[in-house]
């Protein structure tokens, strides 16, 4: 298989959080990509430098944001990133080795970014479904919010200093199976007709018209190659069936003429539920919830053969904590330790974060301290 590679993002150390996303194939866009006036104000704390950052990851059990904290092997969660009292329903950051950019979705429907360490917060846009997923481009100047029940999907380009917001609508009768967003804004999307098998695996972009590229008889998960948006029609991404366990290459996406290759896997993937790329674009990695493995597949012609990489663990996705290789596993279920696959060294490797003691826990823990000592004398 050949294909031409473009060169990776930079390394960053922040993260991107969880996420899931959305656009659509066959999608209408109601709303060109609009300017979001910056009229920054201050509504959270800045988080201390507490150490080395592995990414941010979303706690649903605490409603808040924590660093991950550490070095690969030896992590942990640092403190809380939002205030106390925060409306905020979902969040996923990201960032360069200066800066980082957070995401926030309140219980009001608005978006905000939330720019660190500025501490400045720019409302971006409102009425935001409350179900919607959020992922990040590979270097995190885009990103996208996919609502199933409103069959509509924000995208946020020109992140972090000029975020500009576009609409975009699935058609009626189709759901969305899932998505992966671009740099520059492209959402490659898998839609399932009412009562027609397969996914159809579709593009859109602010600037381009819809196209069907193949389909698949699942969604297993997809995500576009870092640097490959540098020129027009370029973008290249790695898609996943997660029925019949396949992996292709999907190159000059937004071009005339798409193509899709078949990556090799040696037999190795089982069931498939999310895709990653290495920040050079070299490698695709996919999590196989069908086997604790993460199967690993070159992107260059004559390349090594896949391999597998163990994980004590149940994946459950794939997605980019950083651009420069660490990738969150599981779904981070409340009581259970996060696992986190690092793409960085020669021998990637899966680790894990122990798991956070829950509010209840942390709650009641808190009051026995408090409570008087009562042993008789």
Not at 144 to 155: E, I, K
Not at 209 to 218: D, H, K, L, M, P
Not at 238 to 262: C, E, R
Not at 303 to 309: E, H, L, Q
Request: hydrophobic content about 45%; glycine content about 12%; proline content about 7%.
């Amino acid at each position: 298989m050949s294909h031409r590679r473009t060169a990776g993002i930079p390394p960053a150390l922040c993260a991107v959080l969880l996420i899931f996303v959305a656009g659509c194939g066959v999608v209408t866009s109601t709303n060109g990509p609009q300017p979001v006036a910056n009229d920054p104000s201050s509504g959270s704390t800045t988080p201390a430098a507490q150490g080395l950052q592995l990414g941010y990851m979303w706690q649903a059990g605490s409603q808040n944001l924590f660093p991950v904290l550490g070095v690969s092997g030896a992590a942990h969660y640092g403190e809380s990133v939002l205030p106390g009292g925060a409306n905020v329903v979902m969040a996923a950051a990201t960032g360069s080795t200066t800066a980082s950019w957070v995401l926030l979705l309140d219980k009001d429907g608005t978006l905000q970014e939330l720019e660190l360490p500025a501490n400045t917060t720019t409302t971006l846009t409102s009425r935001v479904a409350m179900d919607s997923s959020l992922v990040f481009s590979p270097s995190g100047s885009a990103a996208a919010l996919a609502s199933a029940s409103t069959g509509v999907v924000v995208v946020v380009s020109g992140l972090p200093s000029k975020p500009q917001i576009a609409t975009l609508h699935v058609p009626s009768g189709q759901s969305l199976a899932g998505a992966a967003v671009s740099d520059v804004g492209t959402v490659l999307a898998g839609l399932k007709q009412s009562g027609a098998a397969g996914v159809r695996v579709a593009v859109i972009s602010g600037s381009q018209g819809n196209s069907t590229i193949e389909t698949v008889q699942a969604w297993g998960g997809a995500a576009f190659v870092p640097g490959s948006a540098s020129n027009a029609g370029s973008e290249a991404a790695v898609v996943a069936d997660g029925k019949l366990a396949q992996l292709t290459y999907v190159a000059n996406i937004g071009g005339v003429s798409p193509t899709v290759t078949s990556i090799a896997t040696a037999g190795l993937l089982q069931a498939p539920v999310g895709v990653g790329v290495s920040s050079d674009g070299n490698w695709a990695f996919v999590a196989d919830s069908g086997k604790a493995q993460i199967v690993r597949a070159s992107l260059v012609a004559g390349g090594p053969a896949p391999s597998a990489i163990a994980c004590a663990c149940s994946p459950q996705q794939l997605k980019p904590l950083t651009g420069n290789g660490l990738f969150s596993v599981t779904a981070n279920a409340p009581g259970q330790p996060d696992w986190i696959l690092d793409t960085r060294a020669q021998s990637p490797r899966t680790f894990f974060v122990p798991a956070m003691a829950s509010p209840a826990t942390t709650q009641t823990t808190a009051s026995a301290k408090a409570q008087p000592d009562r042993t008789a004398r």
